[in-house]
T-cell receptor, first 113, second 115 residues
Framework: DGGITQSPKYLFRKEGQNVTLSCEQN?????MYWYRQDPGQGLRLIYY???????QKGDIAEGYSVSREKKESFPLTVTSAQKNPTAFYLC????????????FGSGTRLTVV | AQSVTQPDIHITVSEGASLELRCNYS??????LFWYVQSPGQGLQLLLK??????LVQGIKGFEAEFKRSQSSFNLRKPSVHWSDAAEYFC?????????????FGKGTTLSVSS
């Protein structure tokens, strides 16, 4: 079955460490997205990519970095510059941008300890 | 700039009662509109979407939504709520024909179902 896989489901990070969240899709989707979800805040866009080797900053990109070396993969790195990284992170993909709606992964919950 | 407002943070409905979740958007033209549902600790699932045409759209799980241009609204409805409908619901808006943009989400409405 086609889908979008996020790993790990739970992740713990010490302060000052970088950590990378994985997102892989086998839907042959062109576009991929990273959102951050905090209670009462809805989903806020971190980064998105429409094609391989190209990506754009979203509303809250500071302290995060991404790469898009393959169509199937869009990893997100949470750097030590992100001051409040504890959150639920959601990856999504779509065909040709927003027109068809997104398919979401099941999320990664990151906790700073 | 686009924006989405979901005025109700939390709604409680009795099982079997009808449901309406409100969504208002701000956009210069008719946007693409979506409703998603999220169970705790999970990703989001698409319930329905509106691009153009018939303003009443049917979705999965017995949900429907009506687009009202004059009110800039896209409210989600269900005639009879089941306990399994308890979840968080998100309205989202996208720019038509703009492949280089991303969806904007509202802050969500949490639905509780009482027996």
């Amino acid at each position: 079955d086609g889908g979008i896989t996020q790993s790990p489901k739970y992740l713990f990070r010490k302060e000052g460490q970088n950590v990378t969240l994985s997102c892989e899709q086998n839907l042959n989707h062109d576009a991929m997205y990273w959102y951050r979800q905090d209670p009462g805040q809805g989903l806020r866009l971190i980064y998105y990519s429409q094609i391989v080797n190209d990506f754009q900053k979203g509303d809250i990109a500071e302290g995060y970095s991404v790469s898009r070396e393959k169509k199937e993969s869009f990893p997100l790195t949470v750097t030590s510059a992100q001051k409040n990284p504890t959150a639920f992170y959601l990856c999504a993909s779509s065909l040709q941008g927003v027109n068809y709606g997104y398919t979401f992964g099941s999320g990664t919950r990151l906790t700073v300890v | 700039a686009q924006s989405v407002t979901q005025p109700d943070i939390h709604i409680t409905v009795s099982e079997g009662a009808s449901l309406e979740l409100r969504c208002n958007y701000s956009y210069g033209a008719t946007p693409y509109l979506f409703w998603y549902v999220q169970s705790p600790g999970q990703g989001l699932q698409l319930l329905l979407k509106y691009f153009s045409g018939d303003t009443l759209v049917q979705g999965i799980k017995g949900f429907e939504a009506e687009f009202k241009r004059s009110q800039s609204s896209f409210n989600l409805r269900k005639p009879s709520v089941h306990w399994s409908d308890a979840a968080e619901y998100f309205c989202a808006v996208g720019e038509p024909g703009q492949a280089g943009t991303a969806l904007i989400f509202g802050k969500g409405t949490t639905l509780s179902v009482s027996s």
